[in-house]
Nanobody
Framework: QVQLVESGGGLVQAGESLRLSCQAS????????MGWFRQAPGKDRTFVAR????????LYADSLKGRFTISRDSAKNMVYLQMNSLKPEDTAVYYC????????????WGQGTQVTVSS
C-alpha cells in the first residue's frame, strides 16, 4: 500500500500557474505508476496525467497536453503537477493516485487538494 499526501492547491487567477506536489511513502515505489486526477464540482473524477517511476514515462489527457506537466523526484519520493495558463474550467479537487504496474486501477489515493481558478 502507498500513502499519498497532496499539497500546493489554492486560488489563482486565469492565466497563472500552480504546482501541485504529492509526497509518496511505502515500499517498492518503483513498482507503481503515479497519477493525477481531478474532480470538478458536480462532475465525475477524470484522468489528468500519469508517470512511471522507473523508467520514467508520461501520459496526459489529450485536452491538457501542453499546459500540464507531470514529473517526479525519485530521491524524494515526490510527484509534481505543473499547471500553466490555468483556466476557470481547471477548477477542481486534484488527487494524487498510485497503482501497481500491471494492474488496471489506481488503488491508493490522497485526500485531494483544491484548485480554484478565477476569471
Amino acid at each position: 500500500q502507498v500513502q499519498l499526501v497532496e499539497s500546493g492547491g489554492g486560488l489563482v487567477q486565469a492565466g497563472e500557474s500552480l504546482r501541485l506536489s504529492c509526497q509518496a511513502s511505502g515500499r517498492n515505489l518503483g513498482n507503481y505508476v503515479m497519477g493525477w486526477f481531478r474532480q470538478a464540482p458536480g462532475k465525475d473524477r477524470t484522468f489528468v496525467a500519469r508517470i512511471t517511476w522507473n523508467p520514467s514515462g508520461t501520459l496526459y489527457a489529450d485536452s491538457l497536453k501542453g499546459r500540464f506537466t507531470i514529473s517526479r523526484d525519485s530521491a524524494k519520493n515526490m510527484v509534481y503537477l505543473q499547471m500553466n495558463s490555468l483556466k476557470p474550467e481547471d477548477t477542481a479537487v486534484y488527487y494524487c493516485a498510485a497503482r501497481e504496474k500491471g494492474l488496471l486501477t489506481f488503488g491508493s489515493w490522497g485526500q485531494g487538494t483544491q484548485v480554484t481558478v478565477s476569471s
